[in-house]
């Protein structure tokens, strides 16, 4: 069974584009639990949207495939990183995250105001007041709607 998530990243940090250009990359830096533990959750075949955040417009620029699961986050151990994590050793990694590969950058992307006025904040949580998480599940319903408004 195919999982399917939405992954935030920042387009002038990394964006839909450099994947597409690199094909695959890990994604790091991630220090929320709760969205670390989503990361933890995925497996391999996993479907995830790529949406631009902090940008204007906001919205899903793409798709992209979990094609590596249980990666220690290398950022952790780097004290010259803005993600270095002191507390994290290599016998006792705290963060964990995944290796993506581009699938698909979609024709137009589908708006942050767009996905408010078809999903409530229960149905999909990037249009939930007050959200922030940079990763989160996508029911399979929700995920094949997504898919239809691409068209």
């Known amino acids: 069974m195919v999982n399917y998530w939405l992954m935030k990243s920042e387009p002038a940090v990394y964006s839909i584009h450099n994947l597409q250009q690199q094909k695959q990359t890990i994604w790091d830096g991630v220090r929320n639990y709760q969205a670390r533990n989503f990361l933890k959750q995925m497996q391999i075949g996993d479907l995830a949207f790529f949406y631009h955040s902090n940008t204007q417009p906001p919205g899903i620029f793409g798709l992209m495939k979990i094609v590596e699961i249980g990666i220690n986050d290398p950022t952790q151990f780097d004290p010259n990183s ?17 290796k993506v590969e581009f699938v698909e950058e979609f024709s137009q992307p589908i ?7 078809k999903f409530s904040g229960d149905e999909l949580l990037v249009v939930k007041k007050g959200n922030r998480l940079s990763v989160i599940p996508v029911t399979e319903l929700v995920a094949k709607s997504i898919m239809n408004m691409k068209n």
Do not use: A, G, I, N
């Open 82 to 98: 803005e993600y270095y994590d002191p507390k994290s050793t290599l016998e006792s990694p705290r963060w964990q995250t995944v």
């Open 111 to 117: 708006l942050l105001s767009t996905l408010k006025d």
